[in-house]
């Protein structure tokens, strides 16, 4: 027979403070996960960028076998840091920071798959920071963005298409400033065994207007879908972003009849690029900086 006097502890029930000690903890588990993965991350995509000087201060090409080792791993970890970081108990959270942060791997990771398949793999040069200061900034900044409870299926549609855009278009900015390089580089013979490492400049500028041919046609369905979806497009929210979203496309739009018309190239094209593309950024982050961090609206 079993001994009556024997502790019950496999069946004792657990008290409230054992109860709202268990919470405490799971909770500080689950706002631990992202800050450690975005450490992580971070130290991962310090580590391909010293990769790649290395590789350019010695003129070598970095195979993408050798930046995979290192950045695939940094980006699954800043995806797990950005979905907990989005995804609260108190809904959808998609402040500056967590905003820039999911932008900046949405560009991370488009650009590691296109480099997979196209000479882009100089870019992640310039991507690589970005994604680094993203992912740590979304772990240490805080703004008054107020968690929304329901996000409608057509609303993230929107706003995936809007990222996808930003991510092209900002491949785009940076394979131009990359052209316009090489192109001063070649008119001043400059170092032959640093142009070597970099396709030949005609491939480069195909690969950039392509890329501004797909931007613009996101952007495009963006804006549409923006009209289409949003209930006020012109909310005093969001008016800024709306027009310099618009004239950016307007300049975009200009830069590509420019190309065909004129023959615009290389300098020319990068100019009007990063017009273009300082538009959008500053009709989204900026209007989001002054609003969230500034004015703490």
């Known amino acids: 027979m079993p001994n009556s006097n024997?502790?019950?502890?496999?069946?004792?029930?657990?008290?409230?403070?054992?109860?709202?000690?268990?919470?405490?903890?799971?909770?500080?588990?689950?706002?631990?996960?992202?800050?450690?993965?975005?450490?992580?991350?971070?130290?991962?995509?310090?580590?391909?960028m010293?990769?790649?000087?290395?590789?350019?201060?010695?003129?070598?090409n970095i195979s993408i076998s050798a930046l995979a080792a290192v950045t695939l791993p940094a980006i699954l970890l800043h995806a797990v840091a950005v979905y907990l970081q989005i995804n609260t108990q108190a809904g959808t959270y998609l402040g500056f920071y967590t905003a820039g942060s999911l932008v900046s791997l949405i560009i991370v990771l488009v650009v590691f798959i296109t480099a997979l398949r196209l000479p882009v793999q100089n870019l992640l040069m310039l991507v690589l920071p970005i994604?680094?200061?993203?992912?740590?900034?979304?772990?240490?900044?805080?703004?008054?963005?107020?968690?929304?409870?329901?996000?409608?299926?057509?609303?993230?549609?929107?706003?995936?298409?809007?990222?996808?855009?930003?991510?092209?278009?900002?491949?785009?900015?940076?394979q131009s400033v990359v052209v316009a390089f090489q192109e001063q580089m070649l008119r001043r013979h400059g170092n032959i065994s640093l142009l070597r490492l970099l396709p030949p400049l005609e491939s480069m500028e195909k690969l950039l207007f392509s890329l501004l041919w797909i931007g613009i046609v996101a952007l495009s369905l963006a804006i549409i879908t923006g009209f289409a979806f949003m209930e006020n497009m012109f909310d005093q929210r969001v008016v800024h972003h709306t027009v310099l979203?618009?004239?950016?496309?307007?300049?975009?739009?200009?830069?590509?009849?420019?190309?065909?018309?004129?023959?615009?190239?290389?300098?020319?094209?990068?100019?009007?690029?990063?017009?273009a593309f300082s538009l959008l950024v500053l009709g989204y982050f900026g209007s989001k900086f002054v609003l969230e961090v500034l004015l703490q609206s």
């Open 245 to 275: 979203a618009i004239a950016s496309w307007i300049v975009y739009a200009v830069l590509l009849a420019g190309r065909q018309i004129f023959g615009w190239r290389s300098t020319t094209a990068t100019y009007w690029i990063l017009i």
């Open 131 to 174: 994604s680094l200061i993203g992912v740590l900034t979304a772990t240490l900044g805080e703004t008054s963005f107020s968690p929304r409870a329901h996000l409608s299926g057509p609303l993230i549609t929107h706003i995936l298409i809007s990222l996808f855009a930003y991510s092209l278009l900002f491949m785009a900015a940076c």
């Open 6 to 48: 024997a502790p019950r502890t496999a069946n004792k029930p657990r008290t409230h403070s054992q109860l709202h000690n268990g919470n405490e903890f799971m909770a500080l588990t689950i706002t631990a996960v992202p800050g450690a993965a975005s450490v992580v991350a971070a130290i991962l995509y310090l580590l391909g």
């Open 50 to 60: 010293t990769l790649q000087i290395r590789g350019v201060t010695r003129k070598q």
